[in-house]
């Protein structure tokens, strides 16, 4: 098979609870994987980011509850959340930049220069522009 279609990532969970706690959109543009993982109530210092070989791992801790009483509703999740996702060959991983605000964590892998579109210039040996 010459042609085949692939997913630039693979995502995994720790639990099926965490997908659930920390929902996620990944969109690829032309030069670079972005990743928006919701992440409320987690401070910055509580979001630990880790890339291993190919895979980029989000852990983030919740804190948990101070309130005195006893919870009669208790739908806020506290613990550690962790995300794990598989990145592509086509993906740098040593330029990896991220952002924390207003409670969602972007990603922001590029695309290595090998793996982004260029044009093919004819009459010129296949040389690229």
């Given at each position: ?11 995994t969970t720790s639990t ?16 670079a994987l972005v990743v ?88 010129q040996g296949g040389a690229?522009?």
């Amino acid at each position: 098979m010459l042609l085949t279609r692939t997913i630039p990532f693979d995502v995994t969970t720790s639990t099926a609870s965490a997908a659930r706690n920390a929902a996620m959109d990944a969109v690829r543009t032309q030069d670079a994987l972005v990743v928006r993982i919701d992440l409320p109530g987690v401070p910055a210092d509580g979001i630990d980011l880790e890339v291993e070989g190919s895979v980029l791992t989000v852990r983030a801790q919740r804190p948990e509850r101070t309130e005195e009483g006893r919870v009669l509703v208790g739908e806020r999740p506290t613990g550690t959340v962790t995300r794990r996702l598989r990145l592509g060959q086509d993906l740098d991983t040593e330029h990896i930049e991220a952002d924390h605000t207003d409670g969602v964590l972007t990603l922001r892998v590029p695309v290595a220069t090998k793996a982004q579109p260029r044009k093919i210039l004819l009459g010129q040996g296949g040389a690229t522009a």
